[in-house]
């Protein structure tokens, strides 16, 4: 695409990627979806890859409209391909058994969309067999914080049958309305930028990648960098092995070509200009730390930082590795993976985009136009600095919120709703009774009924005797404000509780 070209918004196809536990229908669904089988093609039966599928839906109004599915691995050892679709994703599937309800890796999968900040589609499935039962599923959710529409929260829930495609029509309106909600728009002037799914290695054409376009059109001729790993532009095909031109934003292709295997979750870039492209390509490289460095370093860490570091000079280079090094213990330890002398450059944000995790440190340093805009693209935000102390300042502050903990609840108390006075938008007014301990101001609460957690909510004002409060003890009457999505009636339980961090 021309650098010169006008802007070419439109809206853009969306990237949707289907996760949960394993043998809980992912492929099935997607199988029923794309009227193909794949599920008899997979080893044992289980997705051991993550794949790109794309599928033309017809609007009510008869329209087209093409979607890209990114269909995950539910098994345990693959989390890191989970997390892979989910960061590359714009709204995700979290697909649930109707026979036996959350699982391990529902809820790992659910974690990972939350991390995210993934809109999603609760897919009760197998609703057809005979061991289903939606409403225990659903209780299953809620117990486990999934809170869907009709039980505490906002989410849509479809109930599914992959396998007599009952409830998929009216799953695929629920994603689509979804799309259009959070308007995915593209410039379809720009190059073509995304993400590498994952790559291989074909034993008759040499090394490929799936790439995923988010973003531009991909030019008929130049080059594409995926990290350090370049490919020129010239066999690209669908999903389905097609070859195809000019292939555009949301859309998943194959790109056979390159010269060294492209780390899977790489951002890539692309450009008709291949010369470009060589020079990008010979910069990361340069960036790029070569010394491979004995991974029984990392292996006890609790917590291993990635870092790419630019500065104005080899001595101030020098000491912010040394401020960073003094940070290391048995249980934290520093990975730079470049370092340089000169501004934050666009190979500085490649290098980094492979691994979320990695950090981009510049002292006394500017980041790079072209550096800028692919940083915003993909969410990258490098840290700049002057003052050495303020930057081990924040670096500490990044270690202590890497470091693992775990979450105790103490229950400080609990209320019985007497009445309910008014409820508007997600704010409740309701008059109680102190039950046990005492209620206070500015607590998390939870929402209880006949023993089941409905949701949380929070107490943002407490009242005694019409007099504004901070605590409320044992068996005295109070009214109270409840921020919350849940419902609340009479005799609902609230308890309140107080989170402790501790480290592990």
Same mark, same amino acid.
């Given at each position: 695409?021309?650098? &010169?070209?006008?802007?070419?918004?439109?809206?853009?196809?969306?990237?949707?990627?289907?996760?949960?536990?394993?043998?809980?229908?992912?492929?099935?669904?997607?199988?029923?979806?794309?009227?193909?089988?794949?599920?008899?093609?997979?080893?044992? @039966?289980?997705?051991?890859?993550?794949?790109? %599928?794309?599928?033309?839906?017809?609007?009510?109004?008869?329209?087209?409209?093409?979607?890209?599915?990114?269909?995950?691995?539910?098994?345990?050892?693959?989390?890191?391909?989970?997390?892979?679709?989910?960061?590359?994703?714009?709204?995700?599937?979290?697909?649930?058994?109707?026979?036996?309800?959350?699982?391990?890796?529902?809820?790992?999968?659910?974690?990972?969309?939350?991390?995210?900040? =993934?809109?999603?589609?609760?897919?009760?499935?197998?609703?057809?067999?005979?061991?289903?039962?939606?409403?225990?599923?659903?209780?299953?959710?809620?117990?486990?914080?999934?809170?869907?529409?009709? %039980? *505490?929260?906002?989410?849509?829930?479809?109930?599914?049958?992959?396998?007599?495609?009952?409830?998929?029509?009216?799953?695929?309106? #629920?994603?689509?309305?979804?799309?259009?909600?959070?308007?995915?728009?593209?410039?379809?002037?720009?190059?073509?930028?995304? %993400?590498?799914?994952?790559?291989?290695?074909?034993?008759?054409?040499?090394?490929?990648?799936?790439?995923?376009?988010?973003? @531009?059109?991909?030019? @008929?001729? @130049?080059?594409?960098?995926? *990290? #350090?790993?370049?490919?020129?532009?010239?066999?690209?095909?669908?999903?389905?092995?097609?070859?195809?031109?000019?292939?555009?934003?949301?859309?998943?292709?194959?790109? +056979?070509?390159?010269?060294?295997?492209?780390?899977?979750?790489?951002?890539?870039?692309?450009?008709?200009?291949?010369?470009?492209?060589?020079?990008?390509?010979?910069? #990361?490289?340069?960036?790029?730390?070569?010394?491979?460095?004995?991974?029984?370093?990392?292996?006890?860490?609790?917590?291993?930082?990635?870092?790419?570091?630019?500065?104005?000079?080899?001595? &101030?280079?020098?000491?912010?590795?040394?401020?960073?090094?003094?940070?290391? &213990?048995?249980?934290?330890?520093?990975?730079?993976?470049?370092?340089?002398?000169?501004?934050?450059?666009? *190979?500085?944000?490649?290098?980094?985009?492979?691994?979320?995790?990695?950090?981009?440190?510049?002292?006394?340093?500017?980041?790079?136009?072209?550096?800028?805009?692919?940083?915003?693209?993909?969410?990258?935000?490098?840290?700049?600095?002057?003052?050495?102390?303020?930057?081990?300042?924040?670096?500490? +502050?990044?270690?202590?919120?890497?470091?693992?903990?775990?979450?105790?609840?103490?229950?400080?108390?609990?209320?019985?709703?007497?009445?309910?006075?008014?409820?508007?938008?997600?704010?409740?007014?309701?008059?109680?009774?102190?039950?046990?301990?005492?209620?206070?101001?500015?607590?998390?609460?939870?929402?209880?009924?006949? !023993?089941?957690?409905?949701?949380?909510?929070?107490?943002?004002?407490?009242?005694?005797?019409?007099?504004?409060?901070?605590?409320?003890?044992?068996?005295?009457?109070? !009214?109270?404000?409840?921020?919350?999505?849940?419902?609340?009636?009479?005799?609902?339980?609230?308890?309140?509780?107080?989170?402790?961090? =501790?480290?592990?």
């Amino acid at each position: 695409m021309s650098k &010169t070209s006008e802007p070419q918004i439109v809206s853009r196809q969306p990237v949707i990627a289907v996760l949960g536990h394993v043998d809980h229908g992912k492929s099935s669904l997607l199988d029923f979806i794309r009227k193909s089988n794949v599920v008899d093609g997979e080893a044992g @039966g289980i997705t051991q890859r993550i794949s790109a %599928y794309e599928v033309k839906q017809k609007l009510s109004e008869g329209d087209i409209k093409s979607v890209t599915f990114l269909d995950t691995p539910g098994h345990a050892a693959f989390q890191s391909m989970r997390e892979r679709g989910a960061e590359i994703a714009d709204i995700a599937i979290l697909i649930v058994s109707a026979e036996d309800g959350v699982k391990a890796q529902t809820i790992e999968a659910w974690k990972t969309i939350d991390v995210h900040k =993934l809109p999603y589609v609760v897919a009760i499935n197998k609703i057809d067999k005979p061991g289903a039962d939606i409403q225990k599923t659903k209780n299953s959710l809620v117990e486990n914080g999934i809170y869907v529409e009709g %039980y *505490g929260g906002d989410v849509p829930c479809v109930e599914i049958s992959a396998k007599t495609g009952q409830g998929i029509d009216f799953l695929l309106e #629920t994603l689509l309305l979804l799309v259009e909600m959070n308007e995915l728009k593209a410039d379809l002037s720009t190059e073509a930028t995304g %993400y590498v799914l994952e790559s291989f290695v074909d034993q008759k054409r040499g090394i490929s990648a799936t790439l995923i376009i988010k973003d @531009g059109t991909l030019a @008929g001729n @130049g080059a594409i960098v995926a *990290g #350090t790993a370049l490919s020129p532009i010239r066999i690209i095909e669908d999903f389905a092995g097609r070859l195809i031109k000019n292939p555009r934003a949301g859309q998943p292709i194959k790109v +056979t070509g390159f010269d060294e295997i492209p780390k899977a979750g790489a951002i890539f870039v692309s450009s008709s200009d291949k010369k470009a492209m060589e020079i990008l390509q010979s910069e #990361t490289k340069s960036n790029a730390i070569q010394t491979v460095l004995d991974p029984r370093i990392y292996r006890n860490a609790k917590v291993v930082i990635p870092v790419v570091i630019k500065a104005d000079s080899l001595g &101030t280079l020098d000491a912010v590795k040394m401020e960073l090094k003094k940070r290391e &213990t048995d249980d934290v330890k520093i990975k730079i993976i470049a370092e340089g002398v000169g501004t934050i450059s666009e *190979g500085d944000i490649m290098l980094a985009s492979s691994d979320e995790k990695t950090v981009i440190i510049g002292f006394a340093v500017k980041l790079e136009a072209k550096a800028r805009d692919q940083a915003d693209r993909f969410k990258i935000k490098p840290e700049l600095f002057d003052i050495i102390y303020k930057l081990s300042e924040w670096f500490d +502050t990044l270690v202590e919120s890497r470091l693992p903990f775990e979450e105790k609840e103490i229950v400080l108390g609990t209320l019985k709703i007497l009445r309910n006075f008014s409820s508007q938008k997600d704010k409740h007014v309701i008059g109680g009774r102190v039950e046990t301990g005492k209620i206070q101001n500015n607590t998390v609460v939870k929402v209880i009924r006949r !023993g089941v957690e409905l949701g949380r909510g929070r107490i943002v004002e407490l009242q005694s005797q019409k007099i504004k409060t901070d605590t409320v003890n044992e068996g005295n009457e109070c !009214g109270l404000m409840v921020e919350s999505k849940v419902e609340m009636i009479p005799t609902d339980i609230l308890e309140a509780i107080l989170v402790e961090k =501790l480290r592990i």
